[in-house]
């Protein structure tokens, strides 16, 4: 019986996981802050569970702010760990050099309560991980 109930418990926090993997923030909702010229900022959320929301929508030239809400640093960058080259132009090799404001990635921890913004200005799909704990990773499209 014992067996069954821990059984149950696993296979419903495994749900909740699963479950908060498919959020998505629309444009023109959820934490979408509008700008003076037409261009958007999403806010995503850093905590110790990940980021939240982890899949977002956006139109091209909007921003996407990732806030840290957590007790520990972040690192926000483009997929893939740990080379960070996949939304084009980026590349950890480019942090402390003069291209690292035009890549995606933060080139460093976040501190709590601290934040880093990034101006999604190429369509497509993009990946995203906290690069000191890769197993946390999210999505933006761009349209």
Known sequence: MKQITISALIALIALLALAGCTQTNQPGNGNNVGSNNGAAEFIIE???SGFT???VAIKQGD???WVNKSTVDTWPASAKHPTH???PGSGITKCGTAEESGIFDACKGIPPNGS????F???GTWFYHDHLDSKK???ITVE
């Open 121 to 123: 200005n190429e369509k």
């Open 85 to 87: 080259e996949v939304y």
């Open 137 to 139: 990773f999210g999505q």
């Open 53 to 55: 929301p982890n899949n």
């Open 116 to 119: 880093y913004s990034f101006k």
């Open 46 to 48: 850093y905590s110790a």
């Open 63 to 65: 921003t996407v702010k």
